[in-house]
């Protein structure tokens, strides 16, 4: 079975840092290209970083640019984003999804459960 | 960036009804337009790939036209489980963004 599982959420304090971790099974995780979304509690969808197959491109939205680093260990098969100087409005379930069809861009096909994350002091 | 808008914010629709959601970009995405379907506490649900392209398992009752800024989805006939929030996405370049959704409810 595809699967995207999630792990790393939960309470920190503003300009604390966390790292969530993704692990992927089912498919051959190194030919992927993967992002991070998010979701504010009640509010919509929020791409926040994308990373290619091999690291070579690697984006993020503006809104985390500079305090977010997201990585990948193909050998684990595992995604990682490293979010730094964290702020309340940080504060949202976090998921990870696979790029369809192998392409650098394009629609998300496989999405993970998400893990919470709160910012509060 | 790209901003995308749905239209309606909330659609009330009759099981076994049509109903028809729009996106619109503010500027040409070609046909790189994604629909996702999200129910609450779960993650969102590829429905819509390359504007017209049903996802793998996706029922024939969803489709999706469109290309350029103007973009629909389509439910032809309305079933219980698809009342549920529905979401634009464009990938026409690397800073993905999402339209604000619209929720589809039960008249």
């Known amino acids: 079975e595809v699967q995207l599982v999630e792990s790393g959420g939960g309470l920190v304090k503003p300009g604390g840092s966390l790292r969530l971790s993704c692990a992927a099974s089912?498919?051959?995780?190194?030919?992927?290209?993967m992002n991070w979304v998010r979701q504010a509690p009640g509010k919509g969808l929020e791409w926040v970083s994308s990373?290619?197959?091999?690291?070579?491109?690697?984006y993020y939205a503006d809104s985390v640019k500079g305090r977010f680093t997201i990585s990948r260990d193909n050998a684990k098969n595992s995604l990682y984003l490293q979010m730094n100087s964290l702020r309340a409005e940080d504060t949202a379930v976090y998921y990870c999804a696979r790029v369809h069809g192998g392409s650098y861009v394009d629609a998300f096909d496989i999405w993970g459960q998400g893990t919470m994350v709160t910012v509060s002091s | 960036e790209i901003v995308m808008t749905q239209s309606p914010a909330t659609l009330s629709v009759s099981p076994g009804e049509r109903a028809t959601l729009s996106c619109r970009a503010s500027q040409s995405v070609s046909s790189s337009l994604a629909w996702y379907q999200q129910k609450p506490g779960q993650a969102p649900r590829l429905l819509i790939y390359g504007a017209s392209t049903r996802a793998t398992g996706i029922p024939a009752r969803f489709s999706g036209s469109g290309s350029g800024t103007e973009f629909t989805l389509t439910i032809s006939s309305l079933q219980s489980e698809d009342f549920a929030v529905y979401y634009c996405q464009q990938y026409n370049n690397w800073s993905y963004t999402f339209g604000q959704g619209t929720k589809l409810e039960i008249k």
């Open positions: 089912g498919f051959t995780f190194s030919t992927y290209s």
């Open positions: 990373i290619s197959s091999s690291s070579s491109y690697i």
